[in-house]
């Protein structure tokens, strides 16, 4: 394999400076040798770059977040002042109810996703309430941006909603519940702000439709924020498209629809069409090709983090890794931009740093291998991504299963129904595909009856777990203990059951319940579900 030529530090600023490093796939020379995060030269600027966070730091919240971040990636450590000191920065915030959280939505997703690197299950409870702040946020439209008295606040912002979605997802991995329809809203908001040349702008213009219309202003940063949150909500929504969809080139034959066999198969969402989701990836991805630069100018940092955000997730929906050029070609940036402190600095040394640092870690690529490709003996994995020993995994009927289809309905709801099962967590992280085709009669009953005890009586992630199930297999009965669920104190689990009851009636309106219902609206929407399941069942107890 040809050898890199290690210049010197002061040779590579005279070599470099000044120049735009062009991100694609496409078009320049390639490099003599791959650059990875564990390259010595690559070492030697986070290193660098980790002893200016020592004494540096920045004072929001986000900020806080972001450098204790680094730290965490960096040793695992915990305990490192600079973690504990984020982690105490989210503890003060959390203080407040959901409602009355007031830390912009930027550093709200971080904490979220910074919460949960730490240790999700020892901040669940913090965890939930800064997922449930968000959720209360969101824009009707789908979007996420500034309050409602700000000049921009009847827009969703695409810079903010990168982040919002980030930390929705990885709460989501972690067992936190997310209302599907909150991830729905913004992939389709998503698709709708997206510029004709495949861009995305600055506060999404939205046509109501999914024509696309001129958005502004144009960057690299805005593109790679909205592909990378599309990839992101998309992996969340769990989309495949079928078999057609292969014909469009570059497309996976990972690709697919997945349809669940069973005596009396759920109803299937149809909020977002998986068509026009990898269109918008598909021309988000030329536009990043042809257009995207690395270039001393404000935001820069910022920008190059999003990227690698976007690349990872590009990987792990694609089930491929694309050109390592945008990866390389930014390292060679960084070198060059390096102060001699050990910074990078456009507008924020601390954060501007901890981008940079991110990016040269590949932190978003390392949360995804320790997040999605984790397996467990005999539990089926839940879609959620390829693991990273594909020899691991089989296909069978489109569904990616693990080494053993040991695991049954049973065992699975043994799991759930006991929080102390060494699997427990895992089940939450990784609802298994489950196959109901087996059961006869009177064991499909059981196992009902068994995800309703646990939707009436299990801890609030494994309620939202057993609501889940319940929908997906379309089981009518069900209703009334969704619509008890509904009335519940933990507006996770009222979100839950909300979902749960459109799925399996097929009103995927509803009726009307919105993220953020006072306790006049549930009742009413409880009464409006009672009143609905009686006209069609009218002999139901």
């Avoid at 990016?359 to 949360?367: N, V």
């Avoid at 699997?423 to 939450?428: K, Q, S």
């Avoid at 009518?476 to 839950?496: E, G, K, Q, Y």
């Avoid at 009636?505 to 953020?516: E, H, M, Q, T, Y």
């Amino acid at each position: 394999m040809p050898v890199l030529v290690p210049y010197s530090h002061s040779t590579l600023r005279r070599l470099l400076a000044g120049t735009a490093v062009v991100v694609s796939v496409i078009v320049g020379a390639p490099l003599r040798a791959e650059l990875t995060p564990d390259s010595p030269e690559v070492k030697r600027l986070i290193e660098s770059g980790i002893v200016f966070l020592e004494n540096n730091t920045d004072q929001r919240l986000g900020g806080r977040c972001l450098v204790g971040l680094c730290h965490l990636k960096h040793t695992g450590d915990v305990e490192h002042p600079r973690v504990v000191e984020a982690i105490r920065a989210c503890q003060r915030v959390c203080q407040s109810k959901a409602e009355e959280i007031s830390a912009d939505i930027y550093s709200t997703g971080i904490a979220t996703f910074f919460l949960c690197e730490v240790d999700a299950e020892q901040y669940s409870s913090q965890i939930e309430k800064l997922v449930q702040s968000l959720v209360l946020r969101q824009k009707e439209a789908g979007g996420f941006g500034y309050p409602e008295q700000h000049r921009h606040g009847d827009t969703g912002d695409t810079s903010m909603t990168q982040y919002a979605v980030l930390g929705l997802w990885t709460a989501k991995q972690h067992g936190i519940a997310v209302p599907q329809e909150s991830m729905e809203k913004v992939c389709n908001w998503l698709i709708r702000t997206q510029d004709p040349s495949g861009a995305w702008g600055y506060q999404g213009n939205d046509p109501k439709s999914y024509r696309r219309i001129k958005q502004q202003p144009i960057r690299p940063s805005l593109a790679a924020a909205g592909l990378g949150s599309l990839y992101i909500a998309s992996d969340a929504l769990g989309l495949k498209s079928d078999a057609d969809d292969r014909r469009i080139e570059g497309l996976p034959a990972a690709f697919r629809r997945v349809e669940q066999k069973g005596p009396q198969d759920g109803p299937k969402l149809a909020e977002v069409e998986p068509r026009r989701v990898r269109g918008a990836q598909i021309d988000g991805n030329r536009w990043i090709a042809q257009n995207a630069t690395y270039k001393k100018e404000a935001w820069v940092y910022y920008y190059m983090y999003a990227l690698e955000r976007c690349m990872s997730f590009r990987e792990l929906v694609e089930g491929r890794e694309p050109s390592n050029t945008w990866y390389e070609r930014g390292v060679h940036f960084l070198t060059a931009q390096q102060e001699e402190n050990g910074s990078w600095v456009d507008r924020s040394a601390a954060v501007d740093t901890a981008f940079a640092l991110l990016f040269l870690m590949r932190g978003t690529k390392k949360t995804i291998e320790e997040t999605v490709t984790t397996d467990y003996d005999g539990l089926l994995l839940g879609g959620r991504g390829l693991p990273k020993n594909t020899a691991a995994v089989r296909v069978e009927d489109g569904v990616l299963v693990g080494k053993s289809m040991a695991t049954s309905v049973e065992a699975m709801l043994d799991i759930l129904a006991d929080p102390q099962h060494k699997h427990y967590r895992d089940v939450l992280r990784f609802p298994p595909q489950l196959d109901w085709s087996t059961a006869n009669a009177q064991e499909r009953a059981d196992y009902v009856a068994a995800l309703r005890n646990i939707v009436r009586q299990g801890e609030t992630q494994a309620q939202v777990r057993a609501i889940e199930a319940l929908a997906d297999i379309g089981d009518l009965p069900s209703v009334p203990t969704l619509i008890d669920a509904l009335r519940d104190d933990n507006l996770t689990v009222t979100l839950a059951a909300r979902d749960g009851l459109r799925r399996i009636s097929r009103r995927f309106g509803g009726f009307g319940l919105a993220d953020r219902p006072d306790r006049a609206q549930i009742a009413q929407a409880a009464e409006q579900w009672n009143a609905w399941y009686r006209s069609i069942a009218p002999d139901a107890n």
